[in-house]
């Protein structure tokens, strides 16, 4: 599964409006591996675009949140936030349970379209949400931090990852959700070099070519999803 990410990073959107190549991309997989989904599209007239919205509902009230869109169409867009997505699947396909929601319009000039609409969709459908965990830039390293925000969700992860941190982080989904009143935070990976510093280098190369399939690990994105991101379902 988590070679799938090889393909993903090769998708284009050079010239393609509407529903992208990369949206494309996600159903196909989730077909492939015969997860059930729902896409939800909204018009919006201040961005004069219409996002898509990818959803893969569980019996749970526990979600995982990233976002598919970009802004560089010519990078490899692997680690922002290619892998999250790629990781989140994974999850799925491991824990049925879960519930996705796979967002269009977080990078600029959109900033949080798509979790903006996920919310009112939730809310106007009256779907329990216990916690939303929006993952980002999930493709290499050993450690995680989440954000600042003071949350149940938040402080569970603290205690059940003591070597974690938290950092105040730049615009993500979360803001937006908890803007609409679910519990949300972020959580980014980030590595350790061989001093035993954080390398947090990787963070920077967002929307550049820099940020390629080859600067991310399948091995860490596996123990991250099925050692972390399990951890925090079952625990929190």
Not at 43 to 60: E, Q
Not at 66 to 77: K, P
Not at 127 to 152: A, M, Y
Request: aromatic share 12%; proline share 3%; glycine share 6%.
């Amino acid at each position: 599964m988590y070679n799938e990410i090889y393909n993903f990073c090769r998708v284009r959107d050079k010239g393609k409006q509407g529903f992208s190549n990369r949206a494309d991309f996600i159903v196909k997989l989730l077909n492939k591996y015969n997860i059930e989904h729902k896409i939800v599209k909204t018009k919006s007239f201040l961005h004069g675009k219409t996002f898509y919205n990818i959803y893969a509902f569980g019996s749970s009230s526990k979600f995982l949140s990233g976002h598919y869109d970009v802004v560089n169409i010519n990078s490899d867009n692997a680690n922002d936030n290619s892998a999250s997505i790629i990781n989140m699947i994974a999850y799925k396909k491991m824990n049925p349970s879960i519930n996705l929601l796979i967002l269009d319009g977080e990078e600029p000039p959109y900033m949080g379209a798509g979790s903006k609409y996920a919310s009112k969709y939730l809310l106007k459908n009256n779907i329990p949400v216990k916690w939303i965990l929006n993952l980002e830039l999930t493709g290499k390293g050993s450690t995680f931090f989440t954000d600042k925000v003071k949350t149940g969700l938040n402080k569970c992860i603290g205690t059940n990852f003591p070597d974690s941190f938290k950092i105040s982080t730049p615009f993500n989904d979360s803001m937006i959700f908890r803007k609409y009143g679910f519990e949300s935070n972020v959580i980014t990976l980030v590595d350790v070099d061989e001093e035993g510093k954080i390398d947090m280098s990787p963070l920077y190369y967002s929307h550049s070519m820099q940020d390629s399939v080859g600067r991310i690990s399948i091995q860490d994105m596996k123990a991250f999803t099925e050692n972390v991101v399990d951890k925090i379902v079952k625990s929190c």
